[in-house]
T-cell receptor
């Protein structure tokens, strides 16, 4: 069964600090891995999309990495801001791109 | 661009009642997805359409759930009869094509509470 596991489930960081979120998956073969940010009460918004051949992709202060051999991805947030408080969801697409498997998300709280 | 539009934003209904959720995808997008999100199960894909045709409805929990897409600019998700365990946030998303790497844009969601 395809699975996507995220860790930690939640974390609290101080404004200005960095943090890294982890995503492990068993989807195989897969075509792409996405990180979404979901603010409370809103729909998810895409941060990055990486194909299996990409190792890293950045979007402002967000940097995602992918190791297709170990089936691991990480999302690094640099110089966190209060607006980074949200849930971050890792999503892996199957080879055909039609089936998405969602992780449970990591809830990030940035404190001043 | 107005983005994906969903209505209503909130719905409270009693068990046994029919519930209809509505979605207007982004103009020009040809794929539409219905998701359900709960604390226990996270985000789950219920069904998706390509060019108004249902492609995969394997995520629909049971026969009480049905979805239609009569045209490229409108879709509905109906629950009849509703049950308390259907309480969740239902998201609609659209994309240009259903191929790897194409972005899905989510609507704001409908929060459904069944009492």
């Amino acid at each position: 069964k395809n699975q996507v596991e995220q860790s930690p489930q939640s974390l609290i960081i101080l404004e200005g600090k960095n943090c890294t979120l982890q995503c492990n998956y068993t989807v195989s073969p897969f075509s792409n891995l996405r990180w979404y940010k979901q603010d409370t009460g809103r729909g998810p918004v895409s941060l990055t999309i990486m194909t299996f051949s990409e190792n890293t992709k950045s979007n402002g202060r967000y940097t995602a990495t992918l190791d297709a051999d170990t089936k691991q991805s990480s999302l690094h947030i640099t110089a966190s801001q209060l607006s980074d408080s949200a849930s971050y969801i890792c999503v892996v697409s199957d080879a055909a791109g039609n089936k998405l498997t969602f992780g449970g998300g990591t809830r990030v709280l940035v404190k001043p | 661009d107005a983005g994906v539009i969903q209505s209503p934003r909130h719905e409270v209904t009693e068990m046994g009642q029919e519930v209809t959720l509505r979605c207007k995808p982004i103009s020009g997008h040809n794929s539409l997805f219905w998701y359900r999100q709960t604390m226990m199960r996270g985000l789950e894909l219920l069904i998706y359409f390509n060019n108004n045709v249902p492609i995969d409805d394997s995520g629909m929990p049971e026969d009480r759930f049905s979805a239609k897409m009569p045209n490229a600019s409108f879709s509905t998700l109906k629950i009849q009869p509703s049950e308390p365990r259907d309480s969740a946030v239902y998201f609609c998303a659209s994309s240009l094509v259903v191929v790897p790497g194409y972005e899905q844009y989510f609507g704001p969601g409908t929060r459904l509470t069944v009492t």
